[in-house]
C-alpha cells in the first residue's frame, strides 16, 4: 500500500516534471521508504482514512505497540522495553506468516559516518535475532543499516539523538 | 567531459633554443641570460616560504602576478587570449592566497607588462609595489588549436629569474596551465610538493535533514569545473579516486541494497563490485590501484576485507569481534591502518596489508576514526571524537598526535597529494546540520572554505594530475 501510493507520487510528479519547462538540473524526489519517512511510532498518516489492508505495514503499525525499539548510546542490546515492543511484533508476524519484513539500523550523529553504518548493521541485527528467538524465521528478516543518514529527529540534542538511535521494523509484503 | 587523454603537455623553458614556441616568444636576450642570477654573489637570503612553523595572517609573501599579456589577441573556444591572460593571472593568484603562505597584490593595482616584458621585468616597478615574488607569463593561442601558457618566477629582490616553465593545453583546460604555473611557484619557494592541479570529488548535499538528498560530484580543488555524477535518486556516500583518476570507488544504497561501486568518470557507467548480499561499505583502492579495500557487516559483525578491482573473490583481513571500518594503505601499499572499536570504542590500527600484525596506535582520550594514510608515508590523518569530532594528525607508530582543528564536527579527513593539505567535511549542529568542504593545513593556521554549489560531504582529493 505504501509503494503503490509512492508510486502514484512519483508518477504525479513525472508528469508535472513533463509539463513543465525542461531544467537539466531537476532533483529526483527523495529516497522514500526509509523509514525515516514514516517516523517511529508515528502511524501511517495514508492508513487514517482508508480501509488497512491486513498484513500490510499500515496494519503492522497500527496493531503492534511500536515498531521501532530505540537503543542507548554507542549500544545495541535489547533492553526491556525493546523486547516488549519486539513480542508485540511477534505476535503480528504470527498471524500473517508469509509476510516479509526489513529491520533498518540506525545511529545517532555523534558516530562518524563509517562506524555508524557498522552501528547501524548492528542494531538491526539484535531485532533480527531477538525475533527469530521468538520463532520468526530468519528467511523472512532482512536488514539494511542507514548509520546517521536518516534521522527522525532533527535536533542536535540528547531527545533527537535517543530517537535516532533505534531500528525500526518496516513490512515489506509477502 | 574531460578526455582520459590530457591534451596538456609540460614543457621546461630551458635557456633560449629548447622550445622553439617559446623561443620566438619574447626576443629580448638579456632577461633569458640568467645572468644576474649567477653573477651576483649570493650576498642576500634566498627567497624561501617556511612552511614548518605555519604563516600567520599579516606574515605571507608578498607576491605579484600581472595580467599575462597575450602574444597576439585572437580568439580561442575558451575566450580571447587577452581576456585568458587576466583570467590566468587570478587562478594562479587564487591558488596561492588559498595555500595561506602568500599575499598576492591585487592585480588591478598592477601595471600589465607588455609581452617583451615577459621576460625582462622592470624589476624598478615591481620594487617598489613591495612585492618580494613576481610571476610573469604569456598566452598564446597556437595554430593547431591549442594554447601555449608561459609562466616565469622572479626574485624582486636579487632580479634573478627563479624557474620558468610552459604549458600546452586544450583551450578547454586553460585553467589547469594556471594551476601548473602556480604549482611551480609553490613548489619552488616551499620545496613542498605541488597540489593546486588536482580534483576533488565529494558527496553533494541538499534537503531536509531526514531526507537529504546525495549526489556525486566533481569539480577541481579551488571548486572551478563542477559537475553533477549521480542525479540522488539513492544515497550515495564516501567517494574515492582511483589511483589513476578515471574511476571513483564509493558507497551506494542503489536498490535498497547498500554496497560498494565503481564508477567510470569518462563513460559514466558503474558496476557492483562485490556480488554479496551483505552491506559493503568504507571503499579505498590500494596505491598501484589493484585492489580495493572494504568493510562488510555480516550478521552484526564488521571485518575489512580485498578485491580485486575488477571484482571477484574478496580476501578476509580481520576477524574480530566489532567494528573493523576506514581502512587506508599506506603509499607502498605494504600496511593498512583502519578503526576497530575491539577493544570498547574506536581506536586506531596498523596492520600488514595481508591483515597480519595488528598493532594498536592510538592511545589518547576519546575515541578515534576515519584514518587516512598521507600519501608521503609520514602521517596518519584522523577524526578524534570527544566533545566534538576534531581533524588530527599522527605518525604512523602513533606518536606526535596534533589536533589540527576545533568545530562541532570535523570528520573524514582527505589528504591532498602533496600530504601537507587536508579536505573534511564540517557539519552544522541543529535542525538543518548543514555540511560544507573545508580545507586546513598541517600547521592548523590555514583554515578555509571550499566554495560548493550546494552544501557537502565526504571529500575526497584525487591525485596530481599527469
Request: hydrophobic share 35%; glycine share 12%; aromatic share 8%.
Given at each position: 500500500m505504501t509503494r503503490t501510493i509512492t508510486l502514484i507520487a512519483a508518477t504525479a510528479l513525472l508528469s508535472l516534471g513533463a509539463c513543465a519547462k525542461k531544467r537539466p538540473e531537476v532533483?529526483?524526489?527523495a529516497p522514500v521508504g526509509s523509514g525515516a519517512d514514516a517516523g517511529a511510532g508515528v502511524a501511517d498518516p495514508n492508513a487514517a482514512?482508508?480501509?488497512?489492508?491486513?498484513?500490510?505495514?499500515?496494519?503492522?503499525?497500527?496493531?503492534?505497540?511500536?515498531?521501532?525499539?530505540?537503543?542507548?548510546?554507542?549500544?545495541?542490546?535489547?533492553?526491556?522495553?525493546?523486547?516488549?515492543?519486539?513480542?508485540?511484533?511477534v505476535e503480528w508476524l504470527n498471524r500473517y506468516p508469509n509476510v516479509r519484513i526489513t529491520i533498518e539500523g540506525h545511529a545517532d550523529e555523534r558516530g562518524t559516518r563509517e562506524y555508524n553504518l557498522g552501528l547501524g548493521d548492528r542494531r538491526a541485527n539484535a531485532a533480527k535475532n531477538y525475533l527469530a528467538a521468538r520463532g520468526v524465521s530468519p528467511a523472512r528478516i532482512s536488514?539494511?543499516?542507514?548509520?546517521?543518514?536518516?534521522?527522525?529527529?532533527?535536533?542536535?540534542?540528547?531527545?533527537?539523538?535517543?530517537?535516532?538511535?533505534?531500528?525500526?521494523t518496516v513490512i515489506i509484503g509477502q | 567531459?574531460?578526455?582520459?587523454?590530457?591534451?596538456?603537455?609540460?614543457?621546461?623553458?630551458?635557456?633560449?633554443?629548447?622550445?622553439?614556441?617559446?623561443?620566438?616568444?619574447?626576443?629580448?636576450?638579456?632577461?633569458?641570460?640568467?645572468?644576474?642570477?649567477?653573477?651576483?654573489?649570493?650576498?642576500?637570503?634566498?627567497?624561501?616560504?617556511?612552511?614548518e612553523g605555519g604563516v600567520q595572517p599579516g606574515a605571507q609573501l608578498s607576491i605579484a602576478i600581472p595580467v599575462m599579456p597575450a602574444a597576439a589577441v585572437a580568439q580561442t573556444p575558451a575566450g580571447s587570449t587577452d581576456a585568458l591572460g587576466r583570467q590566468l593571472a587570478e587562478v594562479v593568484g587564487n591558488d596561492l592566497r588559498n595555500s595561506g603562505l602568500f599575499d598576492p597584490l591585487s592585480p588591478g593595482q598592477l601595471r600589465q607588462p607588455s609581452f617583451p616584458?615577459?621576460?625582462?621585468?622592470?624589476?624598478?616597478?615591481?620594487?617598489?609595489?613591495?612585492?618580494?615574488?613576481l610571476v610573469q607569463g604569456f598566452v598564446r593561442a597556437n595554430g593547431d588549436g591549442t594554447l601555449t601558457v608561459g609562466c616565469y618566477l622572479y626574485d624582486v629582490s636579487t632580479r634573478a629569474e627563479l624557474t620558468r616553465q610552459g604549458f600546452v593545453v586544450s583551450p578547454s583546460d586553460w585553467r589547469r596551465a594556471g594551476h601548473k604555473c602556480a604549482d611551480m611557484v609553490y613548489t619552488r619557494l616551499t620545496g613542498e610538493g605541488a597540489y593546486f592541479d588536482s580534483r576533488v570529488v565529494y558527496v553533494s548535499e541538499t534537503g531536509p535533514k531526514n531526507r537529504r538528498i546525495k549526489r556525486l560530484a566533481i569539480m577541481d580543488q579551488d571548486g572551478a569545473n563542477h559537475r553533477f555524477l549521480t542525479n540522488g535518486q539513492s544515497i550515495v556516500l564516501t567517494p574515492r579516486f582511483a589511483p589513476n583518476q578515471q574511476s571513483i570507488v564509493y558507497m551506494s544504497y542503489i536498490g535498497k541494497t547498500p554496497a560498494i561501486y565503481v564508477y567510470d568518470i569518462g563513460s559514466g557507467r558503474q558496476r557492483l563490485v562485490v556480488?554479496?548480499?551483505?552491506?559493503?561499505?568504507?571503499?579505498?583502492f590500494s596505491p598501484d590501484g589493484r585492489y580495493i579495500l572494504f568493510s562488510m557487516a555480516r550478521n552484526g559483525n564488521t571485518d575489512l576485507y580485498r578485491v580485486s578491482a575488477q571484482g571477484g573473490q574478496p580476501q578476509q583481513l580481520t576477524s574480530s569481534p566489532g567494528i573493523d571500518t576506514g581502512g587506508s594503505y599506506s603509499p607502498d601499499g605494504q600496511r593498512i591502518v583502519f578503526e576497530s572499536d575491539r577493544s570498547g570504542g574506536q581506536q586506531l590500527y596498523v596492520m600488514?596489508?595481508?591483515?597480519?600484525?595488528?598493532?594498536?596506535?592510538?592511545?589518547?582520550?576519546?575515541?578515534?576514526?576515519?584514518?587516512?594514510?598521507?600519501?608521503?608515508?609520514?602521517?596518519?590523518?584522523?577524526?578524534?571524537?570527544?566533545?566534538?569530532?576534531?581533524?588530527?594528525?599522527?605518525?604512523?607508530?602513533?606518536?606526535?598526535?596534533?589536533?589540527?582543528?576545533?568545530?562541532?564536527?570535523?570528520?573524514?579527513?582527505?589528504?591532498?597529494?602533496?600530504?601537507?593539505?587536508?579536505?573534511?567535511?564540517?557539519?552544522?549542529?541543529?535542525?538543518?546540520?548543514?555540511?560544507?568542504?573545508?580545507?586546513?593545513?598541517?600547521?592548523?593556521?590555514?583554515?578555509?572554505?571550499?566554495?560548493?554549489?550546494?552544501?557537502?560531504?565526504?571529500?575526497?582529493?584525487?591525485?596530481?594530475?599527469?
Open positions: 532533483l529526483p524526489p482514512g482508508g480501509a488497512v489492508v491486513p498484513g500490510s505495514d499500515a496494519d503492522f503499525q497500527r496493531s503492534v505497540t511500536s515498531n521501532t525499539i530505540l537503543f542507548a548510546l554507542d549500544q545495541y542490546d535489547i533492553d526491556a522495553q525493546a523486547r516488549s515492543i519486539l513480542d508485540s511484533q536488514v539494511i543499516s542507514y548509520g546517521k543518514e536518516r534521522p527522525v529527529a532533527l535536533g542536535s540534542d540528547e531527545g533527537s539523538w535517543a530517537r535516532n538511535r533505534r531500528a525500526v | 567531459m574531460i578526455a582520459p587523454v590530457l591534451s596538456l603537455s609540460l614543457m621546461l623553458l630551458v635557456g633560449t633554443a629548447s622550445v622553439p614556441a617559446v623561443q620566438e616568444a619574447p626576443p629580448p636576450q638579456p632577461a633569458l641570460q640568467q645572468a644576474p642570477a649567477q653573477a651576483q654573489p649570493a650576498q642576500q637570503e634566498e627567497l624561501v616560504v617556511d612552511v616584458e615577459v621576460t625582462a621585468p622592470t624589476f624598478d616597478y615591481w620594487g617598489g609595489t613591495g612585492a618580494q615574488a556480488q554479496n548480499a551483505a552491506t559493503t561499505f568504507a571503499p579505498r600488514n596489508a595481508d591483515g597480519s600484525n595488528q598493532q594498536r596506535i592510538s592511545f589518547g582520550g576519546g575515541r578515534y576514526a576515519t584514518p587516512v594514510w598521507s600519501p608521503r608515508g609520514d602521517l596518519i590523518a584522523f577524526t578524534r571524537l570527544g566533545g566534538g569530532f576534531r581533524i588530527g594528525v599522527m605518525t604512523p607508530n602513533g606518536s606526535g598526535e596534533r589536533l589540527l582543528t576545533d568545530d562541532w564536527q570535523d570528520e573524514g579527513p582527505s589528504w591532498a597529494p602533496n600530504g601537507r593539505v587536508i579536505t573534511f567535511l564540517r557539519s552544522g549542529r541543529g535542525t538543518s546540520g548543514k555540511a560544507d568542504l573545508w580545507m586546513v593545513d598541517l600547521t592548523g593556521v590555514n583554515e578555509r572554505r571550499i566554495p560548493t554549489p550546494l552544501d557537502g560531504s565526504d571529500p575526497a582529493w584525487g591525485p596530481l594530475r599527469p
